[in-house]
């Protein structure tokens, strides 16, 4: 299965909808889509992975990467609604305790 990436984006607001598979093979093509929404201060990215059936740890280092280029660059990463799959990554990880993590459907105003 192939990763699907949707963006909405309003100012300086963007919901980006990730489904499908975030691995090895995928993940250059969100690392494509994230990385240059970090470089603009004041920048509000949010990540919905409710439909993200599968994560391995290069997806994880999407995530680390593009939540060091956004603390660099004044930008703010929010990832929502994980899948408990998902979730346990983050949480074995730790990375849920660095990563701004939200569990609702608001979509932050860029709809």
Do not use: C, W
Not at 55 to 82: E, I, W
Request: glycine share 10%; hydrophobic share 40%; aromatic share 4%.
């Amino acid at each position: 299965m192939n990763l699907k990436v949707s963006q909405i984006s309003e100012g300086n607001k963007h919901y980006l909808e990730v489904s499908g598979e975030l691995d090895a093979f995928t993940a250059k093509d969100l690392r494509e889509k994230l990385m240059p929404l970090t470089e603009n201060n004041g920048n509000h990215i949010i990540v919905d992975l409710s439909d993200l059936e599968y994560m391995d740890s290069t997806g994880l280092g999407v995530f680390v990467g593009v939540l060091k280029a956004s603390k660099t660059n004044g930008a703010k990463l929010v990832l929502k609604n994980m899948t408990d799959r998902v979730r346990r990554l983050f949480e074995i990880t730790g990375l849920d305790e660095i990563i701004t993590v939200q569990d609702d459907n608001v979509r932050g105003g860029a709809k």
